[in-house]
C-alpha cells in the first residue's frame, strides 16, 4: 500500500514538473510569433493517480492557410508596386520633374518655330539640339528600364532558389517529425513550430497551401494543386528557365502561381516591358523605319520637305517582329537639310507635324495614365490586403499565441499543487517509521 502510494505521489511530482517546464517554454516564447502555445492536459483516477495525457499544440490550420495567402498576396501587390514607382521615377512624368513628354513637346515646338521660318538660324540649331536630346533621353529611360527587368530575372533566379531551399527545408523536417512523434513526441511539438514558420517563409515566394496527417508531416502543395512536398515520400523543386517557371516533370507553372514575390517579380516585368513599349510606340510615331514611306496624310514619321526631297528627322531600325530597336534611333536630318527646306510647302508641313505631334502626345499620355491608375489601384489594393493579413495574424497570436499573464497563473498553480503534494511525502515517511517502530 506504501508502495503504491509513493508511486502515485512520484508521478504526480513528476507530470506537475513536467507541465510547469511546457508552461515555462510558453512565457520564454511569448515573443515568437511562429509558437503555438503548448498545453499540459492532466488527469487523475483513483487507480493510476494523476498522469500526463497529452501536450496539446493549440492551431487553427485552416486559419493559418488563410494567413498565408493573404501574405503571398500582399509580397506580389508589394513588389508589383514598387516596381512601378521604379517605373514612374525613370520615365519622370509623374515626379515633378522633365520628362520624355516634354522633351517630345520640346522637339515640335522646335519644329513648328522653323516652319514659320525656314531661314531662321537659331530655330535650325534649336531643332537639332530638340532632337538630339529626345534621342539621348529615350535611350537613356529605355536602358534604364531594361536594366529593371534583367535585375527582375536575376530576383527571380533567387526566388525560385530560395523556394527550393525552403521545400526540401520542409521535407526534412516531416521525417524528423514523424520519427519524433514516435520516440519523443514532446520534442515533435517543437518541430511543428519550426515547420508552420517555413511553411509561412515559403508562402512569400509562392502561394501555397498544406495539409497535415495524424503524425504530423504535411502535404504542401500550390493553390492550383501542384504538389511541392508530399509528406514524407517526396518533394519536387522548380526552375526559372527563359522567363518561365517550370516544375520539376518539365511543365509550365508560370500562369498557376497566382501570388507570391514570385508572381509578383513576373508581373512587374510584364509592367517594365509595356512601359518600353510605349517608348517603342512613341519612337515608331515620331522616327521613320525601313521601307515606310511618308504619307502627307497620315504622316508616320517627323520629316522635312527639302529640296532633295522628303528627309526624315529620325531613322530607326525595326527587329524580327516590326517593332523599333530603340538602340538604333538616331538623328537623319543635317545642317545641309536644314539649309534647303522649302519655303512654300512649310505651312503644309507645319500643318501635318500639328497632327502628328497631337497624335504622339495623346498616345504617349494615355500610356503614362494607364501606369499611374494602375499603380494607384495596386496600392490601394495593398492596404486593404495589409490591414486582411495584419488581422489575420492578431486572431492567430490571439488563438495559438501566449498570454503571459495567464501563463504565469498556471505555472503558480501548478507550483502550488507541486508543493502540496511534496508535503505529503514526509507524512508518509512519518506513518511508515511509526509503523516500523511498532513491530
Known sequence: MFTQSLNIIQQALSVYKRAIDVRSQNVANSQNENWALKEPIIVSDTYSGISLLEIRRRQNLALLNLRNEKLSRTETLTKRTENLGAIEDTLLELAGEEGVGDYVNNLFSAYEELMRDPSNEGAKQN??????????TIKTRASQLSSIAQSLTYELTNYTNKVNELIQKIYKLNKEIAFAGVLNPDESKSLLDERDALIKELSRYVNVRYQEDELGRVKVYTSKGFVLVDFSESYRTLSFKNGRLIYEDGSDITQTITDGLIRGALDAIDDTNKALDTLRGLVSLIAKQEGELYDP???????????????????????????????????????????????????????????????????????????????????????????????????????????????????????????????????????????????
Not at 531643332?127 to 539621348?136: D, V
Not at 527646306?341 to 501635318?352: F, L, N, P
Not at 504622339?360 to 499603380?375: G, H, M, N, P, V
Not at 490571439?398 to 507524512?427: C, F, H, N, T, W
Open 297 to 439: 496624310n497620315d504622316p508616320g514619321f517627323l520629316a522635312l520637305d527639302t529640296s532633295q526631297g522628303i528627309v526624315p528627322v529620325f531613322t530607326v531600325e525595326s527587329d524580327t517582329d516590326g517593332k523599333p530597336k530603340i538602340e538604333t534611333l538616331q538623328l537623319a536630318v543635317s545642317e545641309e537639310d536644314l539649309s534647303s527646306v522649302k519655303y512654300e510647302s512649310a505651312h503644309q508641313m507645319a500643318s501635318q507635324a500639328l497632327t502628328l505631334w497631337e497624335k504622339t502626345t495623346d498616345a504617349y499620355r494615355s500610356a503614362i495614365s494607364e501606369l499611374s491608375s494602375l499603380k494607384k489601384t495596386l496600392d490601394e489594393e495593398l492596404k486593404t490586403e495589409t490591414a486582411l493579413y495584419e488581422s489575420l495574424e492578431r486572431r492567430i497570436i490571439y488563438r495559438q499565441g501566449v498570454s503571459v499573464d495567464e501563463e504565469m497563473m498556471e505555472i503558480m498553480k501548478l507550483q502550488r499543487l507541486y508543493e502540496a503534494v511534496a508535503q505529503i511525502l514526509p507524512r508518509i515517511d512519518e506513518m511508515l517509521k511509526t509503523l516500523l517502530s511498532t513491530v
Open 127 to 136: 531643332l537639332l539640339y530638340s532632337a538630339k536630346a529626345l534621342i539621348n
